[in-house]
T-cell receptor
Framework: GAGVSQSPSNKVTEKGKDVELRCDPI?????LYWYRQSLGQGLEFLIY????????KSGLPSDRFSAERTGGSVSTLTIQRTQQEDSAVYLC?????????????FGPGTRLTVT | AQKITQTQPGMFVQEKEAVTLDCTYD???????LFWYKQPSSGEMIFLIY??????QNATEGRYSLNFQKARKSANLVISASQLGDSAMYFC???????????????FGQGTRLTINP
């Protein structure tokens, strides 16, 4: 189990409910990213954590979205008061950092459906 | 404005032929990096190849090569001797700023769906 893991793999929720999506990065990777992929679209950056630095939240679409990373490892993306337009696959990735172009390793994603 | 443009929504190629997937980008930052990822129908994102803006030579990884034309701001992916397993979505992505500055987030294009026919 050396790859990025995400849970749940699928989540169906009713409009207005809150959801939490979990990401467990590759051990030793200090950078963690969340992206969103709507049906048939490319990936949209949401938020990025690097070590103890303040996260880059510039991609979060609204204040209903938040994320935290505890202990520099596991991250949780929370969507409050879900809307139908939040339906998408949420992908987490992790990488090393250090001044060289380390690629991002992606998890399998969580498919969120808001009914 | 689109930062990454992939103009080919779909491509169909015969097995064993070479294929070029187009990618153009837009940035004013002199330091940037370009990535290609493959996404099979199973959904995982698989890193293929990377090109830095200061790299003098085009990147190559096995059957994959990146045709980097800096003045034209293009970074096309070339797959030689295509195989049935190459059928997938392919995404071009860009990182602006240098890794030394901590810049890491990627901007993705809309993707090209490649189908290899036997």
């Amino acid at each position: 189990g050396a790859g990025v893991s995400q849970s749940p793999s699928n989540k169906v929720t009713e409009k207005g409910k809150d959801v939490e999506l979990r990401c467990d990065p590759i051990s030793g990777h200090t950078a963690l990213y969340w992206y969103r992929q709507s049906l048939g679209q490319g990936l949209e950056f949401l938020i990025y954590f690097q070590g103890n630095s303040a996260p880059d939240k510039s991609g979060l679409p609204s204040d209903r979205f938040s994320a935290e990373r505890t202990g520099g490892s596991v991250s949780t993306l929370t969507i409050q008061r879900t809307q139908q337009e939040d339906s998408a696959v949420y992908l987490c990735a992790s990488s090393l950092v250090g001044g060289v172009p380390y690629e991002q390793y992606f998890g399998p994603g969580t498919r969120l459906t808001v009914t | 404005a689109q930062k990454i443009t992939q103009t080919q929504p779909g491509m169909f190629v015969q097995e064993k032929e070479a294929v070029t997937l187009d990618c153009t980008y837009d940035t004013s930052d002199p330091s940037y990096g370009l990535f290609w990822y493959k996404q099979p129908s199973s959904g995982e994102m698989i890193f293929l190849i990377y090109q830095g803006s200061y790299d003098q030579q085009n990147a190559t990884e096995g059957r994959y090569s990146l045709n980097f034309q800096k003045a034209r701001k293009s970074a096309n992916l070339v797959i030689s001797a295509s195989q049935l397993g190459d059928s997938a979505m392919y995404f071009c992505a860009m990182r602006e700023g240098s890794f030394a500055q901590g810049a890491q987030k990627l901007v993705f294009g809309q993707g090209t769906r490649l189908t290899i026919n036997p």
